[in-house]
């Protein structure tokens, strides 16, 4: 095709879009928008669609367009790059490494809310309505009837409503190319309407006295009275008040707005950053001050050895080898500290969001508000403020999940891994890859010094740093040389020959946690599984209740009381009868958390007790509470 005058001579560059296993598109820019630069977010078509993608790279000067079959970029969404050229390489090579599109890698790299895209919508045109007063019949006949207010729909909306009036949502997809053919004819008529706004900052309408409310205030004129309590409430706040903050001390908008028309107030957007700390800090009884600190002697020598390293601004990776409260996080502090001091940041990866707070509260008692937290859990409007304070240099460390390895620390000179040989690293979705393998490369390409820690180091780290490829660490010794903990095996069928099948603590164990209460001590029960019951089976014919997506036997909630798939989320009430036989014989079979909550319960009514897991901690901030209560005793 050839192109309009305004597009030739114009240029091209390579965008990576979030679409599965698409490679980087070639697109041209026209002259009439400024050029890209990479990291930068632009507006591009893609089939009948218009997506966001961001800019990889110039393809160079194009020369003349003439017959050229580019398609031109829609706009530029951003002035100054988004995303750092170093975290655009790091993400291709993750796209390369674990075979998955660039734009899906790149949109892991993303904050949230980046994507504005489009939504097609049809509307019902003035030849549709005479074509409906004729009543015809078919698809077409169902859509003009649901049109027929003059309202736009999304072709989606309007596809599941053809499919439901027909019978059926296997004949939902036909709605694209029956409203393609009306189009077609004039019968309606298809746009598409962007979804999304190029900024996603939370912003705050704040009123400001001006010299003009000053001389209202002053003279005798006919103000109200809620107006003249404004006017005074932002003489008395120079910077201005939330014009929420004045209706919450009883100023009406009506109010503000006539003093606005007065020109006595004026009014500026100012954006609020929102706060991540009262959701992701860990309250203790008492915080020793970190004078009172002393390392034991293979801490001190774990700090200087990694200290020396991380000087060298060389790229290296140590396992630091500690046994289980051996002190492995102050010496991620003490190393940190030196770090920064060389004006370069830290990134600390931990497996778990749970783990998030007490990891994020340490960090926070020494580098105070240059502390920022990045990981699913929280809400895309804290992530995304964190993700731009990181961006803008606000940041010397970042405590996160394995997304965070992609955060665009500008300098970095140290990543941990903690609990590097956790299986939580591993992302299960696309793009699949292992939050430790791709911190180990985004630490060889920007020079920093890459700490793997854990008391069990997975087989290839441990073989890595036995063959000299990774410099080894050890912590033998746990601080103030306490004892490590006696482990005791116990036999189940034992138990279930001595108590019966339904037993779930050990005599040993029963009476391991009446001694720590009786002494007015603290339990942890570990177990791996929650909900309340693992499988619900059918004694008649041995079925289980299982999963129509995963083919896993669904497990038991009993706060919901709904039985659920762990994997992609299915759930459904649980039934009175096996679905399969019709018997009326189920039973609930397995233990989870849940359960054992309420055996514990039951067993030790005056114990205070706290579950931790996905169930109790979907609330912000539940997970800190929890690990709060716990700290405190």
Request: charged share 25%; hydrophobic share 40%; with cysteine.
């Given at each position: ?36 630069e ?43 790059p ?18 998955c ?5 790149i ?11 489009s ?57 694209h ?15 598409q ?7 996603a ?14 001389e209202?205030?002053?003279e ?15 003489r ?15 100023v ?24 991540p ?27 200087e ?18 046994v ?9 502090l ?6 920064v ?15 998030t ?31 731009h ?21 500008p300098?970095?000179g140290?990543?941990?891994v ?54 080894r660490?050890t ?43 009786l ?39 009993l706060?919901?009381g709904?039985?659920?798939c ?29 359960k ?6 039951q ?26 209560r716990?700290?405190?005793?």
């Amino acid at each position: 095709m050839v192109l309009p005058e305004p597009f030739r001579m114009s240029r091209v560059v390579l965008v990576a879009v979030p679409v599965p296993a698409l490679d980087l598109l070639s697109y041209e820019v026209p002259v009439t928008l400024p050029y890209p630069e990479a990291g930068m977010r632009v507006l591009v078509p893609l089939g009948s669609r218009v997506l966001t993608g961001c800019v990889v790279s110039s393809a160079g000067e194009s020369g003349s367009s003439t017959g050229a079959s580019l398609k031109p970029l829609l706009d530029v969404l951003d002035s100054e790059p988004l995303l750092p050229v170093e975290v655009i390489e790091l993400a291709r090579w993750v796209a390369e490494y674990y075979a998955c599109g660039a734009g899906e890698a790149i949109a892991a790299a993303m904050p949230p809310r980046p994507w504005v895209v489009s939504e097609r919508q049809a509307q019902i045109t003035d030849r549709g309505r005479q074509v409906l007063d004729g009543n015809p019949g078919g698809a077409r006949g169902i859509i003009l009837d649901l049109l027929s207010d003059g309202v736009s729909r999304s072709v989606t909306q309007v596809g599941r409503e053809l499919a439901a009036r027909r019978g059926g949502a296997s004949r939902r997809g036909g709605a694209h190319s029956v409203l393609g053919a009306m189009a077609r004819d004039g019968l309606v008529r298809v746009t598409q309407p962007l979804k999304g706004t190029g900024s996603a900052f939370k912003t705050s309408r704040v009123a400001r006295l001006t010299a003009q409310g000053l001389e209202l205030l002053s003279e005798e004129t006919a103000l109200g009275k809620r107006q003249r309590e404004a006017l005074t409430l932002l003489r008395e706040r120079p910077t201005g008040l939330p014009v929420s903050e004045l209706a919450r001390r009883g100023v009406p908008g009506t109010s503000v707005k006539g003093l606005l028309k007065r020109g006595g107030v004026r009014i500026d957007l100012e954006v609020v950053e929102r706060d991540p700390w009262s959701s992701e800090t860990v309250v203790y009884a008492e915080s020793p001050e970190r004078s009172e600190r002393v390392l034991t002697a293979e801490q001190v020598a774990a700090v200087e050895s990694l200290e020396a390293a991380a000087s060298s601004d060389k790229f290296g990776v140590a396992l630091l080898h500690g046994v289980t409260g051996s002190g492995k996080t102050e010496v991620y502090l003490r190393v940190a500290q030196t770090v920064v001091a060389r004006q370069r940041q830290a990134l600390i990866l931990v497996p778990e969001i749970v783990l998030t707070p007490a990891v994020a509260t340490s960090f926070r008692q020494v580098f105070g508000a240059r502390v920022a937290v990045q990981h699913s859990g929280l809400s895309d409007g804290v992530r995304h403020d964190q993700w731009h304070r990181i961006r803008k240099g606000e940041v010397d460390v970042v405590v996160g999940t394995r997304s965070a390895v992609f955060s665009p620390l500008p300098a970095v000179g140290l990543i941990v891994v903690d609990e590097e040989h956790d299986g939580s690293y591993k992302q299960e979705e696309s793009p699949r890859y292992h939050g430790r393998d791709v911190a180990i490369m985004r630490g060889k390409r920007c020079g920093a010094l890459v700490v793997l820690g854990s008391a069990t180091p997975s087989l290839e780290t441990y073989q890595h740093a036995s063959s000299g490829h990774y410099q080894r660490v050890t912590l033998s010794r746990r601080v103030h040389s306490r004892e490590l903990p006696a482990v005791q095996v116990v036999d189940m069928r034992e138990e279930f020959a001595e108590r019966g099948p339904d037993v779930i603590f050990s005599s040993v164990l029963a009476a391991a946690i009446d001694d720590r209460l009786l002494k007015g001590e603290q339990a942890l029960v570990l177990l791996n599984r929650r909900g309340f019951a693992a499988a619900v089976l059918c004694r008649q014919c041995g079925r289980s209740l299982e999963c129509p997506n995963c083919s896993v036997s669904l497990t038991f909630h009993l706060a919901s009381g709904r039985a659920r798939c762990h994997y992609c989320g299915y759930s459904r009430t649980r039934p009175t009868a096996c679905p399969d036989c019709g018997g009326a014989y189920l039973e609930q079979v397995g233990f989870g958390t849940e359960k054992i909550e309420t055996e514990i319960r039951q067993r030790w009514p005056d114990a205070r007790v706290a579950r931790l897991d996905r169930d109790t901690t979907q609330r912000k901030g539940a997970a800190a509470r929890i690990l709060g209560r716990l700290a405190r005793g």
